[in-house]
Structures are given as C-alpha cells and as structure tokens.
C-alpha cells in the first residue's frame, strides 16, 4: 500500500488564493519530498524537508511536517494558472531503502 | 528533463508480445527507478537499481524484469504483455544516497490490446 496518502483528491480554488495540500503518512521517515506533474509529462521535484525540519520555504511553496501526526502539508500561495497540475507527495524510509514511496496525489486546478 | 530520456514514448502492442522500455540517462547517475502510473494509485514501483546490474524488486514487479549492463541505460521488459500493464511507465534518476531526490523522463504510454 502507498506510504503516503494526499488529501484532497482534488482542490479547485480561484487564482490568487492560496492552496493547501496535506499528506500523512505510515512508517518514521528521513525525509518527505513534493514533487509536480503537469498533464501528459513526468513528475518535477519541487521542495524537500528532513525529519528534522519543522518548516522549509521556496517562493511562493511552504512545507509543514509533523513528525509525531506523520503528515505534512504544502502550501502554494498567491495560486496561478500555471500552478494546475497533480502535486505529490513522496517518502524516504528512516532505514535508507534507497527509494521513494509516492501517495496518489492531489489534482489541483486554478481557475482564472 | 535532466537528461534523461526514455523510448519508445508509445506503443501499442498485443497481449503476449514481449516489450521493452529504455530509459537513458546521461548525468552519470547512481540509481535508476521504473515506476508505473495508472489512474487511483499514484505511481508505484516497479524495479529499481542501485549500480549496474545491481537491481532489485518494487511494489509491483510481477510481469516484469530489468536490466542494467551499463550506468547509463535501464531496461524494463515486459516477457508477455497483458492488459493489466497497460500504464504509462516513467523511468528516474537520483544521484544523492541520502536524499534520493528523483528526476523523472517524459513517459512512455504503453496500451497493450
């Protein structure tokens, strides 16, 4: 079963507002990545945040992670057309199993 | 995409035809992945590897095999083609041991009739 599980499934906001995507997951972890996939193209890693890190930014991406409620959420601000896409999250297990473990996603849609 | 490309982009083949993806890359990394996406799972692996013809199995190996002569190229093989593979495959690299941050291709839809 997937480690990682996205809630929404899927998030439909106007541009300009700020969305919020969550994600939990099972087992410890070493890190937890966000990764983007526009429609029809491969994924894109967008920001990452060790198990030791309570809070990391990017631009307009903010990353949250709970360590003791195993979830973490992504935070997309000031929303853009461009921002449509599925956006995933994905684990490293603390015992180093040398992959990710990707939940089912989040589709996000701006509208204009 | 990282340099990393993979062929053919699509196919379509008959159940019980042998298939084989190539993904290749050219930054010299580490570790290659396979993963299949298929609507209502995400993407979940496949086989991956961790040098050349060092591999080892995913979530979802059955039906498949791979192999790894060469750093730069990793081949998935579809030995009978059913169905039930018909997904989009995408090949990834990670060149960091610890992080395992992942760069993916473009994809390959592969329907199987």
């Known amino acids: 079963s997937q480690q990682g599980e996205e809630d929404p499934q899927a998030l439909s906001i106007q541009e300009g507002e700020n969305a919020t995507m969550n994600c939990s997951y099972k087992t410890s972890i070493n890190n937890l990545q966000w990764y983007r996939q526009n429609s029809g193209r491969g994924l894109v890693h967008l920001i990452l945040?060790?198990?030791?890190?309570r809070e990391k930014h990017s631009g307009r991406l903010r990353v949250t992670l709970d360590t003791s409620k195993k979830s973490s959420s992504l935070l997309i601000t000031a929303s853009r057309a461009a921002d449509t896409a599925s956006y995933f999250c994905a684990t490293v297990s603390i015992q180093g199993a040398q992959k990710l473990v990707f939940g089912q996603g989040t589709r996000l849609t701006i509208n204009p | 995409d990282a340099g990393i490309t993979q062929s053919p982009r699509h196919k379509v083949t008959e159940t019980g035809t042998p298939v084989t993806l190539r993904c290749h890359q050219t930054?010299?990394?580490?570790?290659m992945y396979w993963y299949r996406q298929d609507p209502g799972h995400g993407l979940r692996l496949i086989h991956y590897?961790?040098?050349?013809?060092?591999?080892d199995k995913g979530e979802v190996s059955d039906g498949y095999s791979v192999s790894r002569s060469k750093t730069e190229d990793f081949l998935l093989t579809l030995e009978s083609a059913t169905s039930s593979q018909t997904s989009v495959y995408f090949c990834?690299?990670?060149?960091?041991?610890?992080?395992?941050?992942?760069?993916f291709g473009p994809g390959t839809r592969l329907t199987v009739t």
């Open positions: 945040i060790r198990s030791n890190e």
């Open positions: 590897s961790y040098g050349v013809k060092d591999t």
């Open positions: 930054e010299n990394h580490r570790y």
């Open positions: 990834a690299i990670t060149e960091d041991g610890g992080t395992y941050e992942q760069y």
